[in-house]
């Protein structure tokens, strides 16, 4: 009767816990105009290969507007997210997205800069810069 009573116990406090929410998630990266207090996205790391398309987590945000008086960011410039584990890190590839009318999806995507990221790393990805937006950060995170 004790060892059933144990079993009971540990399957529920295994239930309660945050891996048996999110199967498979290693780590979330965010993606933010600033460190502290803007819009950001966020994916889930949970898949070990390099996967595109509607296999895996994308996530995407406007481009933010330079800090220089005068200037915007082009209309229909997108950042966008995507991310997969390396061993115990997330391998991250930010891509800039575009308004294409020609491309059948309406869109382009661009690849700008790839990271790999340990828990708790942040880093400025300076890359947007070039296409006329403000620079981003990456955070990586425990999920949830």
Do not use: C, H
Not at 21 to 41: L, N
């Amino acid at each position: 009767m004790k060892r059933a009573l144990l079993l009971v116990l540990l399957l529920l406090a295994a239930a309660d816990s945050p891996k048996a929410q999110a199967p498979g998630v290693t780590m979330t990266v965010t993606m933010a105009a600033s460190q502290i207090g803007s819009a950001s996205v966020a994916i889930p790391i949970r898949k070990e290969a390099v996967y595109f398309g509607d296999d895996g987590p994308a996530s995407s945000i406007p481009a933010p507007n330079p800090l220089i008086a005068g200037r915007s960011a082009p209309p229909g410039l997108w950042f966008v997210l995507r991310g997969w584990k390396e061993g115990d890190k997330a391998r991250v590839v930010v891509s800039a997205r575009f308004d294409d009318k020609r491309a059948p999806t309406g869109f382009t995507d661009t690849p700008i800069a790839t990271y790999l990221l340990a828990i708790g790393q942040v880093v400025e990805i300076a890359e947007t810069e070039k296409w006329g937006a403000s620079r981003l950060f990456l955070r990586a995170t425990r999920p949830e």
